[in-house]
Nanobody, 125 residues
Framework: QVQLVESGGGLVQAGGSLRLSCAVS????????MGWFRQAPGKEREFVAA????????SYADSVTGRFTISRDNAKNSVYLQMNSLKPEDTAVYYC??????????????????WGQGTQVTVSS
């Protein structure tokens, strides 16, 4: 069973930065496409960023392009989301997710098989 554990969330002022981490159990992490999603109160879950198995390809939602950076360390079974220039509208629970079956990036949440429990990010104005 694959387990994902997020950390690094918290309260930050607008314009600040946070770095989210996601630790993944299992010996086949390098075979997973990894993604970050978020869900704000009263809203549907939305795609934030995804990264290929090797880390050579990434994809971002338009709303975070230029501010957020996804990365991974296959030796540490971890994926990260560096969030800069945070805005109040970035407030949400952030989830990391793993797709063990596909070889191309996907922004569709239902194509990810494994999910973490989420970490809260709150950006004050």
């Amino acid at each position: 069973q694959v387990q994902l554990v997020e950390s690094g969330g918290g309260l930050v002022q607008a314009g600040g930065s946070l770095r989210l981490s996601c630790a993944v159990s299992g010996r086949t992490f390098r075979n997973y496409i990894m993604g970050w999603f978020r869900q704000a109160p009263g809203k549907e879950r939305e795609f934030v960023a995804a990264i290929s198995r090797s880390g050579s390809s990434t994809s971002y939602a338009d709303s975070v392009t230029g501010r957020f950076t996804i990365s991974r360390d296959n030796a540490k079974n971890s994926v990260y989301l560096q969030m800069n220039s945070l805005k109040p509208e970035d407030t949400a629970v952030y989830y990391c997710a793993a797709d063990p079956t596909r070889s191309v990036l996907t922004i569709r949440g239902y194509e990810y098989d494994y999910w973490g429990q989420g970490t809260q990010v709150t950006v004050s104005s």
